[in-house]
Structures are given as C-alpha cells and as structure tokens.
C-alpha cells in the first residue's frame, strides 16, 4: 500500500473510538505516530552533524573567500575580498555574513577564545541548526507519511557523504537547505491548519538571506494549494488566497530588510538578491559559465557518489509509487495521492533545472539533499510493501520471510558501509589544510605573510593563521582573478569602511589582475603541495611559475607537512572511497600521496 498517516488517536487501538480531547489519547497519537523518540531523532542528526563539522574539509574555495574571509573582516578588521563583495557589484549579502559574525563573536566572550576556536564554534552552530531543521522535517515526515518512511529519512542523510559536506558548511545553499526544511515541514504537517503562508515564509528566508534560486523548491506546494483551492469552495477559495498573500507578503518583508542591512554596509540602496539573479541570467559580461561548464550528467555522477544507492532510489521514487497505484488495491484518497506525488516534486524539479544550467557546482544541489533522502526513503517503503507481500499466489508471497529479512538488512548495511567509506575517504584524504597551520602559534611574528601559489584554492580561511599575519598570493599559472584585500582604512572612514570603500583591480570578467601579487622575497611562511608520483613520469618538469618548492631547501625549510592525495594519479575507486594502505592490496588500487606542506623562508643571504 502506498505511505499511510500514522494511527491517529480517535481510532483508538482495534477499532476503539477515543476521544481526541483525552490526555491519554493525545500522548497515544503521539508515540504512534514516530518509530522512535523526537529527541532520539535530533540527536542522531546532531551527533552526524558535529561529525561533519568537527571533520569535514571545505570542499569550496567559495566558502573560503566568499564567507569566512568577510566574516573575519567584520570580527577581526581584515581579511581577503572577492569582486562579488565590491560596491560596484553587490552580489552578496552582508546580512548572511553579520549573522555569522555575531555567532563567531560570541566565542570570542567565552574562555580559551582564539581564532580556530571561532572558526569551529560557527560549524558547530551550523551543525545545531541544521539538526533542528532536520528533525522538524523527519517529523512531519512521520505526521504527514509513515513513520518508517521517517526512519529510512534519517538514515539516507545521516550515512551519506553529502549530508557530511552540507550540513555544516557556510555557504548559503547549505543554509538554503535548512529553511527548505522547515519550510517542507510546514507545507507537510496539516495537523493544526494548512501552513502555506508559513512555508512559504520559510522558503523566502533561504532565497532572500541566502540564495535567491532557492525558491522554486517551493513551487510544487504552492501548487497544491492552488490545484485544491480551485476545486474548492469560495471559502475556502478565499482563504488560500489569503495564506499565498501572507506568503508573498513576508517574502516582501524579509527583502525590504535585507535591503536595509546592505544599504548600511554598501552606503548605497543594493537589493542583493536582484543583482544575484541579473548576474547569473542577465549579465552581458559572461556570467558564471566564466568559471567552467560540466555535461548533462554531472549531478548524476555526483549524487550517486555522494549518495550512492539512495540516489538511485530517489529517481526511481515516482515510478514505483505510480505502479503502486496501478496495479495494487489501495483506500488511498485521490488528494492523499497527490500530496506524495507534490513530496516528490521538488528533487525531481530541482535536478532538472539545474542539469540543464551550462555551469555546475557540487553545492548547487545542497538544498535538495532533504528531499532526495525524502523520496528515497518512500522508494524503499514502497519497495518493502511490495516485497513484503505476504500472499502465497504472488510472486513476493512465495519467498521466505527471513529471506526477505536478510536481503533488506544486507542492503541497508551495504548503503551505510558506502556512505561511511566514502566520508572517511574524504577525511583522510582532504583534510590537511585545516590541520597545517598550527606551528604558526609558536613561530613567525605578527603581521607575517603567509603566501600562495598553486594551492590558493585550497587556503581554509585567515582563522587559521593568527596574530595578525596576513594571506598573501605569489604568481602561479592560474590565470583567472584572484581575492583582493578589505580596506583596513579606519581613522574618518567609520565602522567597516571596507565593505563600501571603492576597490581597484576587481572584475566580474575573471580577468587577472597582477596587482594581487606580492613578491616571493616578502614571504615568511609559504604554503606548496608536493606530489612525488608526478615528478617520477617521464619527462616532468615544473611549469614555470610552479617550481617545486619543498624540495627547494635551500631557500626554504620545512615547517610541517601532511599527506594530501594526489587525486591525478590515484585510481578511481580509490578516489571514491576509502581503500587502505595494506599491503595486500594491488598497487593498482591504492591511493597516491602527495604532501602539503608548511614552508619558512630562509635568511637569503
């Protein structure tokens, strides 16, 4: 049968009739209505979230330098600026980032304050919200389907790497993603009233704070609404107009605000979330296909490895419900129905439209991650009421039970070990940058420069190097636009004269701009990778500007270094998963190594 409500408490057990007014009847409907405890829930989500914040690697260089560098501006005075955070362009909200900042801050009040204490004190944060978001929607998942459906939804998030890169990330398709979730979960729950002015409300804060595209996934609700109310009533006609107006309304509030908060930081009337979309639909300029394009089939790729057989549940969600409904006796309503297929609407929607856009990210699809775990936990309930079929004329009927039991938990038990191999196949992996600076707090002085060449990309954030010292960038052979820095300018300018002051050398045309280095003689710290495996190929040499300098000790010593992977000379599986280094393996399996290192100039003489 297709995903029933939990047993609600007028039906009773058996039959019964109890009134719903009853104490004993509501704490009845409650407990039916989950497999396990709404606080069990948060904390299991909890518990994978801190994992993730306290382990993941930052899997963006836009999360670097598009929000912790102005998040360290605005708490420390200095930091690194991309052209979308110059007054000539506006394209990012300050709002989001004063959010963070105060959050940050806060551990700055507390004791054993110092700057990677601020920086893992905000994913921590992150980390909370995000459970709380979870749990709303694992919740109304329960109310609103079955609570096994619940159950398969928190495993399909907590055991997948893609939960284990969004949850804590700072980014504004991570924060995107739990305002869907709550949103969801208000457009879910019609227990207590149909919430559509809520969930749209909901929807609104992620586009309007965080990332305006993050709307649409709104859409097939605010569809549902209007299918019912057209085939309503004029009352009730009416009162859907009414919650669509509120919806629309508050989204007009949140904007007006926001509008206000970067006014005050811009010095001039910026509406952020307009220029977020004229840049990537209007501009004439290039737009974002400037920083690469990917094939059709990129987030296919990407949502099976970062969700592996979740993924392919999730597209298979809708067919299986609608063979369901074929060929099943079902008392499903037609307006039951139709709600799961609008559930199922959003993850479809949102992989098509963004399959179709020339430039793809990874993080585009953080706020569909929910609702990919929402239509593969119904794709495997779906697929358990057929399988567990127990008439002995169907085909389902004549296998064992424990048969059926065995090949269920071999299943789940597979999905979860390739989750788990995957997540700590990142770690050890990519996790070397967050772990390489901590000689800095014993060395150097302030106001050093730290410097990067090829691995500027890979710079988690000014948090990392204390006492004032600075991130710096030497020519490598990238050839597109690097970060600028803040104005640090103070005396006649006000608070936070960076975030409006004119810059120079930014551009939204990718366009280098050479005034972004510094000389090499002005390094005290240098940060480089090193990958052996390459320099064994026949005829290797370092390009130009990309000389190895860990093996240069002449000018430079070793301060620290760390096994990085050398993804292009390690193999695919081994890329995707954890393998160990065990002898036993061929070495056609193993993963290579390379090793990001901390570097201090020597005295040249």
Not at 60 to 77: A, I, K, M, Q
Not at 98 to 111: D, E, M, S, W
Not at 162 to 167: R, T
Request: glycine share 6%; hydrophobic share 45%; charged share 15%.
């Amino acid at each position: 049968m297709p995903p029933q409500p939990a047993q609600t408490a007028e039906s009773g057990e058996g039959g019964e009739f109890v009134h719903p007014s009853a104490k004993h009847a509501r704490k009845k409907a409650i407990k039916n209505a989950y497999a396990i405890e709404p606080i069990s829930a948060f904390y299991i989500f909890l518990g994978a979230n801190l994992v993730a914040a306290l382990f993941a690697p930052i899997q963006d260089c836009d999360e670097t330098f598009n929000y912790w560098e102005p998040t360290h501006y605005l708490s420390h005075g200095y930091g690194l600026q991309t052209w979308e955070y110059s007054p000539d362009y506006a394209i990012r909200s300050w709002l989001y980032v004063a959010f963070h900042a105060v959050i940050g801050n806060i551990r700055r009040l507390l004791p054993h304050s110092n700057k990677v204490a601020e920086f893992y004190f905000v994913r921590y944060a992150l980390a909370l919200v995000c459970a709380l978001c979870q749990t709303l929607m694992w919740r109304a998942t329960c109310l609103a389907l079955n609570p096994r459906v619940g159950l398969f939804f928190i495993m399909a998030l907590v055991f997948s790497p893609g939960n284990f890169h969004a949850s804590a990330a700072y980014l504004p398709s991570s924060f995107a993603m739990y305002t869907a979730m709550l949103g969801a979960a208000a457009f879910m729950n019609w227990r207590g009233g149909i919430k559509t002015s809520q969930g749209m409300a909901w929807f609104a804060v992620g586009g309007v704070f965080g990332w305006p595209f993050a709307i649409a996934l709104c859409a097939p609700f605010v569809f549902e609404e209007a299918f019912f109310a057209l085939f309503s009533d004029k009352e009730r006609f009416f009162e859907a107009a009414i919650r669509v107006f509120r919806g629309v309304a508050a989204t007009f509030v949140l904007v007006f605000f926001d509008v206000v908060v970067n006014t005050f930081f811009y010095r001039k009337v910026e509406a952020v979330s307009w220029n977020i979309i004229k840049y990537n639909i209007f501009s004439n300029t290039g737009g974002p296909e400037l920083y690469g394009t990917e094939p059709w089939d990129f987030y296919f790729k990407n949502l099976a490895l970062n969700f592996n057989a979740w993924f392919i549940l999730a597209l298979l969600s809708l067919p299986l419900f609608l063979l369901q409904k074929l060929f099943t006796k079902s008392t499903e309503t037609f307006q039951s129905g139709l709600r799961t297929v609008v559930f199922l609407g959003p993850f479809y929607m949102w992989l098509a439209i963004f399959s179709l856009q020339p430039h793809k990210e990874e993080r585009f699809m953080y706020p569909a991650y929910p609702f990919l775990a929402l239509n593969a936990a119904l794709a495997i309930h779906t697929t358990l009421t057929i399988f567990g079929n127990s008439d002995p004329k169907s085909l389902a009927g004549k296998i064992p039970a424990k048969l059926k039991l065995l090949v269920v938990s071999l299943a789940l038990i597979l999905f979860v070990d390739l989750g788990l191999a995957r997540i700590w196949g990142i770690y050890s992996a990519y996790s070397a940058p967050l772990s390489l600076y901590t000689p800095l707090n014993d060395m150097g002085a302030r106001g050093d420069s730290v410097c990067f060449g090829k691995e500027w990309y890979r710079f988690p954030s000014s948090y990392f190097l204390p006492r004032d010292m600075h991130a710096k960038f030497i020519r490598s052979e990238f050839r597109g636009l690097l970060p600028g820095e803040f104005s640090e300018a103070r005396t006649g300018f006000g608070f936070f004269s960076g975030t409006w002051l004119p810059t120079n050398g930014l551009n939204d045309r990718n366009e280098e701009d050479m005034g972004k280095y510094v000389d090499l003689q002005a390094c005290v710290f240098l940060v480089d990778t090193q990958y052996p495996e390459q320099q064994k190929q026949p005829g290797w040499a370092p390009p130009p500007n990309e000389p190895d300098y860990v093996a240069d000790t002449k000018h430079w010593e070793e301060v620290k270094c760390v096994p990085f992977l050398d993804a292009a000379n390690t193999p695919f599986l081994a890329r995707a998963l954890w393998v160990p280094d065990w002898r036993i393996i061929p070495d056609r399996f193993k993963r290579r190594w390379g090793r990001h290192c901390l570097l201090k100039q020597k005295q040249r003489k």
